[in-house]
T-cell receptor
Framework: DGGITQSPKYLFRKEGQNVTLSCEQN?????MYWYRQDPGQGLRLIYY???????QKGDIAEGYSVSREKKESFPLTVTSAQKNPTAFYLC????????????FGDGTRLSIL | KQEVTQIPAALSVPEGENLVLNCSFT??????LQWFRQDPGKGLTSLLL?????REQTSGRLNASLDKSSGRSTLYIAASQPGDSATYLC??????????FGTGTRLTVIP
C-alpha cells in the first residue's frame, strides 16, 4: 500500500542535542511538507519542498533544518536552537494536481528529557 | 494573513443524530477548502476537498458545503456513529503550498 511513514513514533531530546525525524513516502509525490501541532493550535508549516534538492521555509522555520536529496525522503532536524521543541510533528506529501489533498503520516511526538 | 476558525471546539451528541460542524475563514481568495479527520495520536485523514468553484462535496454520510463569499464552510455528518468520534479539522489553501488550518472540533458520539 502507498503511504507516508514517519519514524520514530516517540522521540526524546536532551538539552543541546540535535535530533532528526524521518519521513518517507512511496506515493511518487513531488511536494512534501513538515508541520508542527501544539495543543489548542492549528497545524503550522515548518518547511516544504516542491522538488528534489529544493526546499522553502514555512511560517516557523527557526531552529529547524531539512534536506531533500531523494524524492521519497524529507527528514527534519530539530536543532538545539529550537528552544521549545516539545510538540507533535506531522509530515505530508501531495501530488501536482490542485484538486489533490495532502496525505499525512502518523506523526512523531517529540519531548524534552 | 488568512485565519481559520472552527466552532464549536468540542461537541457531544448521541448516536444516530445528524450534526453540523462549522468553519470560517477571513480571506475569500482560496484555491480550495479541505476537511480532515484526526484520531488521537494519529495523523490527518482527508475527508473532502471542495474547489473554490464548487459549492459542495459529498462522500457517504458526509457532506461539505462552501460559501466562499461569506468565508464559511460546514461539514454535515448524517446518522452519527461512535466510530465518527475524532477531531475534525478544516483547512483552506491559498497558494501552491499555503494550507491554513483551524484548531479543530473534537466530536464525541455517545452510544
Amino acid at each position: 500500500d502507498g503511504g507516508i511513514t514517519q519514524s520514530p513514533k516517540y522521540l526524546f531530546r536532551k538539552e543541546g542535542q540535535n535530533v532528526t525525524l524521518s519521513c518517507e513516502q512511496n506515493l511518487n509525490h513531488d511536494a512534501m511538507y513538515w508541520y508542527r501541532q501544539d495543543p489548542g493550535q492549528g497545524l503550522r508549516l515548518i518547511y516544504y519542498s516542491q522538488i528534489v534538492n529544493d526546499f522553502q521555509k514555512g511560517d516557523i522555520a527557526e531552529g529547524y533544518s531539512v534536506s531533500r536529496e531523494k524524492k521519497e525522503s524529507f527528514p527534519l532536524t530539530v536543532t538545539s536552537a529550537q528552544k521549545n521543541p516539545t510538540a507533535f510533528y506531522l509530515c505530508a506529501s501531495k501530488g501536482q494536481a490542485s484538486n489533490q489533498p495532502q496525505h499525512f503520516g502518523d506523526g512523531t511526538r517529540l519531548s524534552i528529557l | 494573513k488568512q485565519e481559520v476558525t472552527q466552532i464549536p471546539a468540542a461537541l457531544s451528541v448521541p448516536e444516530g443524530e445528524n450534526l453540523v460542524l462549522n468553519c470560517s475563514f477571513t480571506d475569500s481568495a482560496i484555491y480550495n477548502l479541505q476537511w480532515f479527520r484526526q484520531d488521537p495520536g494519529k495523523g490527518l485523514t482527508s475527508l473532502l476537498l471542495i474547489q473554490s468553484s464548487q459549492r459542495e462535496q459529498t462522500s457517504g454520510r458526509l457532506n461539505a458545503s462552501l460559501d466562499k463569499s461569506s468565508g464559511r464552510s460546514t461539514l454535515y455528518i448524517a446518522a452519527s456513529q461512535p466510530g465518527d468520534s475524532a477531531t475534525y479539522l478544516c483547512a483552506v489553501q491559498t497558494g501552491a503550498n499555503n494550507l491554513f488550518f483551524g484548531t479543530g472540533t473534537r466530536l464525541t458520539v455517545i452510544p
